[in-house]
């Protein structure tokens, strides 16, 4: 149990009591004003603390009318503190559970686990428990490797390996994706920097080897925030590397939840000779007028598509639709997901550029993508010829 103490002229005033499972915070942390109270535990208490940058970045995602609330709750629980210890006010102290504010009992498990997990990923990321790895993406047509995509990957000594389908919507909550998203493009940096020279060497002998991109997938947050534009600037600079082999991958949210702001980054980055990605295509709202609209060079499509293709000639005929409708408004498609050679037999049959997915090969630590180029890059000049994966397909 910890007891909220204030010092006035009359001595010490205990203003609440909480127990097991109970929230206490400053206010200060919410509007920087001096400490006007102490927490004192009275009996043997584990607490589990949340930092100023994790409130911070709730403050700032949330809805503005929240913000004001916070502001308008604080400025009254100020004025009513001062009263605390005024002649002629008698003063009862809130018991554990009592306190209108505090003993929102339910739903603090939920509460406490997702802080839990924030305060780890954000430790995560100070002790460099996340990396990236690397999947490559073929063409179709020549069976060459074309590229890499940059997938974030979170190993923690106690929770194992977390899906970034699980973090990556948590740390988008925080200021850390700023810091993960700075360290994941500067990892894909420097990755096309050591491909390429793998790819240089594995080619020295013959006469068209093209070079090798990678693409990262930006935070849906990122989209609203023009900071990304500086980040990457401030990487590309570090880093000696042709902006043209770096591409972003964002999906259809955020072009639907911020357009105009997403379209101006994107076309900014576009300048730069960024390649833009649309991913997860076919599971959004994508109209045609849209897409046309969209400063987008590439359509990946989502592999529920590529799944389906082989189970019905109907959803063999979308896709095919798809493919041809991409073709006819200049873009390219990657169709993710291909498990099976049938699938992409079929997918370059339909005149579908690019795939990625398990066929070809998973996800793999960045030294191991070096040696997957040296696999896969033609070994001599005859243009056709190329040595696959080990088995051939
Ligand atoms: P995504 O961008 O659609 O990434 C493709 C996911 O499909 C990856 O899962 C990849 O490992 C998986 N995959 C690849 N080939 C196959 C296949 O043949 N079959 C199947 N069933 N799956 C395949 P992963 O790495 O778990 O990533 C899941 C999602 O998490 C990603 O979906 C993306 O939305 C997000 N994510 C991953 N890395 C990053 C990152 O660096 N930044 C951000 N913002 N999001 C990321
Ligand atoms: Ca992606
Ligand atoms: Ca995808």
């Known amino acids: 149990m910890v007891e909220v103490v204030k010092q006035t002229s009359q001595g010490s005033v205990t203003l609440a009591r909480l127990g097991h499972g109970e929230i206490v915070g400053e206010m200060a942390l919410f509007d920087n004003a001096p400490r006007s109270a102490t927490v004192v535990a009275v009996e043997k208490t584990t607490l589990l603390s949340i930092d100023r940058l994790q409130i911070d970045a709730k403050i700032r ?19 009513m503190q001062s009263l605390v210890g005024a002649p002629g006010l008698t003063q009862s102290v809130a018991e554990p559970g009592e306190s209108a504010l505090l003993s ?82 500067a990892r894909s940096l420097s990755f096309i920097a050591e491909a390429n020279q793998a790819r240089h060497d594995a080619c020295a002998k013959t006469r068209d080897c093209p070079p090798i991109h990678v693409s990262f997938n930006l935070s849906t947050v990122r989209l609203s925030d023009g900071s990304v534009i500086s980040d990457i600037d401030a990487a ?15 999906n259809e949210q955020v072009l639907i939840r911020d357009a105009q702001q997403a379209i101006a980054i994107l076309s900014e980055l576009r300048t ?71 699938q992409a037999e079929m997918l370059t049959d339909m005149g579908c550029s690019y795939g990625q997915g398990y066929h070809f090969a998973a996800p793999m630590a960045a030294k191991d993508a070096l ?22 397909t």
């Not at 995602?61 to 004025?79: E, F, M, Q, V």
């Open 104 to 185: 929102a009992r339910a739903g603090t498990e939920d509460v406490r686990q997702i802080l839990r997990f924030e305060r780890q990923l954000i430790a995560g990321l100070e002790n460099d428990q996340f990396f990236v790895e690397f999947q490559p993406i073929m063409s179709l047509e020549t069976h060459d490797l074309v590229g890499f995509e940059a997938l974030v990957r979170w190993r923690h000594p106690d929770l194992g390996n977390v899906s970034p389908q699980r973090f990556i919507p948590v740390a988008e909550n925080l200021e850390a994706v700023v810091h993960l998203d700075r360290e994941i493009i």
């Open 61 to 79: 995602n949330a809805d503005p009318t929240i913000a004001l609330l916070i502001d308008t709750l604080t400025n009254r629980l100020r004025s």
């Open 371 to 392: 040696e997957f180029i040296h696999s896969v890059t033609p070994v001599d000049a005859e243009p056709d010829r190329f040595i696959l994966n080990q088995n051939g």
């Open 236 to 250: 590309l600079s570090a880093h000696t590397v042709n902006p043209a082999m770096l591409k972003v991958e964002v």
């Open 272 to 342: 730069r000779g960024i390649g833009v990605l649309l991913d997860d295509f076919g599971t959004g709202y994508s109209s045609l007028s849209y897409l046309a609209r969209l400063p987008i060079d590439i359509l990946k499509v989502d592999r529920s598509f590529v799944k389906a293709m082989t189970r019905s000639q109907q959803s063999k005929t979308i896709m095919a639709s798809i493919c041809a409708m991409a073709r006819a408004l200049g873009k390219d498609v990657v169709a993710e997901g291909i498990e099976r050679p049938e």
